[in-house]
């Protein structure tokens, strides 16, 4: 009978020890019951410390002990992890998806726009200001491809070294006000601007020293008005 009884004690002790049910009440808890949470499986250890890693940055961003963060049992602690993961991927998934679906709008916009209108770069040329800081002069043909008047065009010019890598990138905005506020249908317009260069930002400096046949080109359209008032718009993804 005593032989009985021990060995129901023993299998009663084995039932109750199962690590998840330990209580973390904090970060330390975990070094404190290291050899228990041994027998966890790697996936489990990993959430493990992936939510005790959450909790203590949390502490350490704001000051204050997160209440919420401990009291609970590993197992909870793990369930917690899992949703927090879950939660993410769902997050990043919904991300991408608004990123493709405004890449998509915009291309199909890009089209009506180029259609209408093409920007051509000619030339640039750097140079020092009186005041001894650094500019480069950038000349753009501008040509209507439209059957309307054009007043305005906005858009993001970036120069790409002879790699394809992108070393520079600026707002392009022209009205017209030289040749009177308007673009005829048919006609073209060069376009000279100046862009202030940093001397300590290395692509900058590469933009402005490398020869204009090596750099290359991309002139992404946003905006084109017409003399009659009408527009088309589009913004240009990051």
Do not use: W
């Amino acid at each position: 009978m005593k032989k009985i009884l021990l060995i129901a004690m023993v299998a009663l002790l084995t039932a109750c020890s199962d690590p998840k049910d330990i209580v973390i009440n904090k970060g330390e808890d975990i070094e404190a019951h290291a050899n228990e949470l041994k027998s966890l499986s790697d996936e489990d250890k990993q959430l493990l410390a992936g939510y005790i890693f959450r909790a203590e940055m949390g502490k350490a961003f704001t000051g204050k002990s997160d209440s919420g963060s401990y009291g609970i049992t590993v197992r909870e602690a793990i369930e917690r992890q899992k949703q927090f993961i879950a939660e993410k991927a769902k997050q990043e998934a919904e991300r991408k998806a608004a990123e493709e679906k405004a890449r998509q709008e915009y291309a199909e916009k890009e089209k009506i726009l180029n259609s209408a209108v093409s920007v051509v770069f000619v030339s640039h040329s750097p140079s020092v200001t009186d005041f001894g800081s650094r500019e480069a002069t950038v000349v753009f043909r501008i040509i209507n491809k439209s059957d309307k008047e054009i007043t305005g065009i906005k858009g993001v010019a970036i120069f790409y070294d002879k790699f394809g890598d992108e070393i520079y990138g600026s707002r392009l905005k022209v009205d017209f006000q030289e040749i009177n506020g308007v673009l005829a249908k048919g006609a073209e317009y060069e376009y000279s601007g100046r862009v202030h260069i940093n001397q300590f930002m290395d692509n900058e400096v590469k933009f402005a020293t490398t020869p204009t046949a090596d750099l290359k080109f991309e002139y992404r359209p946003e905006t084109v008005l017409f003399k009659d008032g009408t527009s088309i718009e589009a913004k240009a993804p990051n």
